[in-house]
């Protein structure tokens, strides 16, 4: 059930008009008075031939009136608007049951409180099966205002008790982090206009592709402006950036002029000051261009960036900011994606949004690399491979599982779904990035006697798993990249247990699938030669000492000692 409420200005009449009338669409069937404030003396045109939307709005309105005569400052705003929706899959209530509804609902506002005889004056218009409206004037019979604030809250919260109580479908409980859902005027504006999307959910779209563009506030609102969108920045007299509006090109009011929306009603996270904690962490760094040639790519670097997800999830404002950046990094991933993957990537940015926010103050200082790793993503100048794209979208699959994780351990309903949401279109682009590599590998899998020894590598490393891994119909595609590793000079009973380290198996779909995308990252390149290694340490201490040698200086080189004293020293 969802109680939205809606000031109205200062029109009883206009709204009363609207409530009787036939709607929009001739949708209104049988508009008629199921509950209000002392009933035996109101009149109601839907029930009563002899009575009119103006009696009634002069009823409504008296306590109004008495007061603007007894005050020089007229009351403007007293119009109190709330359309309550039962779920469509909800059964059908009676007027009776409706009326009940409707008194726990105007109470837990502040309109009637229970057993207040002064209370405001409020009716409950029933004009369709599924919902009714309720409409009350903000003065009280002893001339005060009634206390609003957070009305919207207490309400919602007893919305959830009438689910409960009247076996309705239970809805998640708000937490005042979500966005404002669009209204009417704007649904139906969009509609005329052609528009697949209202304003404020269009320019919220094209924010959040925004941010991992840019390193500080002022970049992110030229990056917008350069897209098009119409900027409106409140500068200080010094000059400092205050705040933004944003408008949608075509977005005129009744006079031609553009329509802006401040960042804060686009969505609770895109004020100015939120952008800035995010996008100004405080840290140097070189431009994201001037990183595009490094030998590590920015696919490889995302990738790694995540790495810690987990172990940097242990303190709460920590956690939030690495969430926050992970749908930064899930954002830019989707932009710079192959184009079949697009559709699926930009389907779980979208839906993580709801899980970036919550009521927990982040750290944004704590998810630099995360944050710097998405700005290198978008700036990148080439696409990713196979394998690196793979290995980035398991390892954005990995985070996603955990911040789900997170937001179900602290009770956060709404984010927890949304992760969920995301998850189901991040697992469908792991799958079609993973394909490709999974058919290469399987045309070379190694002898039977290679797999064999492996097979027995995959049981000491992770007994566990390990029939699961097996039967896996990826394990001679797992095969394969472990025989490549070890040609690589890899051991692949270590790579096995470090990349089931980073990972628990026990929930993954297809274990040898989520094997195979963290091992092509960790074993991309040659296992490194320590003895090597150790022999360019010692040349290069060597050459930074300048010794002048002469004849009677030089000493005779100490002699290399066996290779079973070298292998002894090591072990």
């Not at 205002?145 to 009247?166: F, M, N, Q, T």
């Not at 919220?204 to 900027?231: K, N, S, V």
């Amino acid at each position: 059930m969802i109680a939205a409420i809606k000031p109205s200005g200062a029109n009883t009449r206009g709204l009363l008009a609207y409530l009787y009338g036939p709607g929009r669409h001739d949708e209104h069937t049988d508009p008629h008075i199921v509950a209000g404030f002392a009933m035996l003396a109101m009149p109601d045109p839907g029930r009563d031939e002899n009575a009119t939307l103006t009696q009634l709005a002069r009823y409504l309105d008296e306590p109004v009136r008495l007061r603007n005569s007894e005050f020089g400052k007229k009351i403007t705003d007293h119009v109190w608007h709330c359309p309550v929706r039962a779920a469509p899959e909800d059964r059908h209530l009676s007027d009776a049951e409706w009326g009940e509804i409707v008194q726990r609902i105007v109470a837990a506002a502040g309109i009637a409180p229970e057993g207040d005889d002064l209370a405001c004056r409020w009716i409950a218009v029933r004009h369709a099966d599924d919902h009714i409206h309720i409409l009350a004037t903000t003065v009280r019979e002893d001339g005060r205002r009634p206390k609003l604030h957070d009305s919207g809250i207490r309400v919602g919260d007893a919305c959830r008790e009438i689910e409960k109580d009247y076996g309705l479908r239970c809805l998640k409980k708000g937490d005042r982090t979500g966005t404002r859902a669009p209204t009417q005027a704007e649904m139906h504006k969009a509609e005329r206009l052609g528009w697949e999307q209202t304003s404020r959910e269009w320019l919220q779209d094209r924010i959040r592709a925004a941010i991992p563009h840019a390193r500080t506030a002022e970049e992110f609102l030229a990056y917008l402006e350069a897209d098009g969108i119409a900027i409106k920045a409140r500068r200080g007299p010094s000059g400092d950036l205050l705040g933004y509006a944003a408008g949608r090109p075509g977005d005129l009011n009744k006079d031609g002029e553009q329509i802006f929306h401040p960042g804060g009603k686009i969505a609770p996270d895109l004020t100015l000051p939120k952008l800035q904690a995010r996008l100004e962490t405080g840290q140097p760094e070189e431009h994201p261009t001037a990183r595009r040639n490094r030998p590590t790519t920015a696919w490889h670097q995302a990738t790694e960036a995540l790495d810690s997800f987990r172990t940097d999830l242990a303190d709460d404002t920590h956690a939030q900011a690495h969430i926050t950046a992970l749908g930064e990094l899930l954002e830019a991933t989707a932009q710079k994606a192959p184009t079949h993957l697009r559709t699926e990537l930009q389907a779980a940015s979208k839906a993580f949004a709801r899980a970036q926010r919550s009521q927990i103050r982040a750290e944004d200082r704590a998810a630099h690399a995360i944050r710097r790793a998405a700005r290198d993503v978008v700036y990148t100048a080439t696409g990713p491979d196979g394998s690196a794209l793979a290995a980035l979208l398991a390892a954005l699959l990995w985070a996603g599982i955990i911040a789900n994780r997170w937001h179900e351990a602290k009770g956060h309903a709404h984010q927890a779904d949304a992760a969920r949401q995301a998850l189901h279109h991040l697992q469908a682009a792991a799958d079609q990035a993973l394909t490709p590599t999974l058919v290469v590998l399987e045309e070379r899998q190694p002898r039977e006697g290679t797999r064999r020894t492996l097979a027995h590598d995959v049981r000491a490393a992770v007994p566990d798993q390990a029939d699961r891994i097996l039967t896996d119909p990826s394990w001679p595609a797992l095969a394969a990249l472990l025989a490549d590793a070890e040609a690589r000079g890899h051991q692949p009973h270590q790579l096995l247990k470090e990349a089931a380290a980073q990972r628990e198996l026990a929930t993954a779909r297809q274990p040898a699938r989520v094997l195979i995308t963290r091992l092509q990252h960790t074993s991309r390149d040659p296992a490194p030669n320590r003895r090597a290694d150790a022999a360019r340490r010692r040349s290069t201490s060597m050459g930074a000492q300048t010794p002048t040698h002469t004849a009677s200086s030089r000493q005779p080189a100490a002699p290399t000692p066996p290779a079973s004293q070298q292998l002894q020293h090591r072990r």
